[in-house]
């Protein structure tokens, strides 16, 4: 099966996940349909392995997918974007293309695909045009720690899979070109061990990070001490 096929069906079900589907009625049916034939034209037309480019066909998309997910959770909206270490901490990574989605499906619907798309295109226009100008693919990182200062020196890289697996000493680690620290953490996890949580943001730009199939997301600590996040671009849009 071709890698978008396996990862609509997949990302498919993620977002229905929520729904009551004990009484599956029609509506419902081409509801799933609906989306299942919508990832498909977006897996279509893009490499196996790369992240979604923004242009003229892509914002159509990014605004018909956001319209489609008008009232689901934001995880479902962001489903295989949204990434948990088992452990309590979570990445939720935001692309152009995932910038776009949050966007349109704040705005309104009327029922008409091509009347939507040319709304929303009016009233996200500086939106449109600011996320295509950064091009550039945020890493949201929720944390837990000891302190309330614990992620405020939290910095990251990016590196491939393999290159972090291999014995090199040379490697390329991947800097992000901006990031945003919680400096004063929450008091508010449910673990006592580590009572406190903070939420950073590590910007990338997105010709570098699209150019990589799987890789790592790595937090490191003042201390030292790695929270790695791995991520494959074929799953995630």
């Known amino acids: 099966?071709?890698?978008?096929?396996?990862?609509?069906?997949?990302?498919?079900?993620?977002?229905l996940s929520g729904l009551d589907l004990?009484?599956?009625?029609?509506?419902?049916?081409l509801f799933q349909i609906s989306l299942l034939t919508l990832f498909a034209v977006i897996y279509a037309a893009i490499p196996s392995y790369a992240l979604i480019k923004i242009d003229d066909d892509s914002i159509?998309?990014?605004i018909k997918y956001g319209l489609k997910m008008k009232g689901q959770e934001t995880r479902d909206i962001l489903?295989?974007?949204w990434i948990s270490d088992s452990e309590g901490r979570v990445l939720t990574v935001y692309s152009p293309f995932i910038q776009l989605v949050t966007k349109s499906n704040a705005q309104a619907s009327t029922g008409n695909p091509d009347e939507d798309i040319k709304n929303v295109k009016n009233n996200l226009s500086n939106e449109i045009k600011?996320?295509?100008?950064?091009?550039?693919?945020?890493?949201?990182?929720?944390?837990?720690?000891?302190t309330p200062d614990f992620a405020k020196n939290c910095t990251s890289f990016i590196?491939?899979?393999n290159e972090y697996n291999s014995n090199s000493k040379e490697k390329n680690f991947i800097k992000p070109k901006?990031?945003?620290?919680?400096?004063?953490?929450?008091k508010d996890n449910y673990d006592p061990k580590h009572p406190f949580s903070a939420i950073n943001l590590y910007t990338y730009k997105?010709?570098?990070?699209?150019?990589?199939?799987?890789?790592?997301?790595?937090?490191?600590s003042s201390d030292g001490k790695e929270t790695k996040f791995k991520v494959n671009n074929s799953q995630i849009f």
């Open 178 to 186: 901006k990031q945003t620290a919680q400096k004063i953490a929450d």
């Open 206 to 220: 997105f010709d570098t990070v699209s150019k990589l199939k799987e890789y790592y997301l790595v937090i490191v």
């Open 159 to 161: 590196i491939d899979e």
């Open 60 to 62: 159509d998309l990014a």
């Open 130 to 146: 600011k996320i295509s100008n950064k091009n550039e693919v945020r890493f949201i990182v929720d944390l837990y720690g000891d």
């Open 1 to 15: 099966m071709p890698s978008w096929a396996s990862f609509a069906q997949g990302q498919l079900g993620y977002t």
């Open 22 to 29: 004990a009484g599956e009625n029609y509506t419902m049916k």
């Open 79 to 81: 489903g295989n974007n």
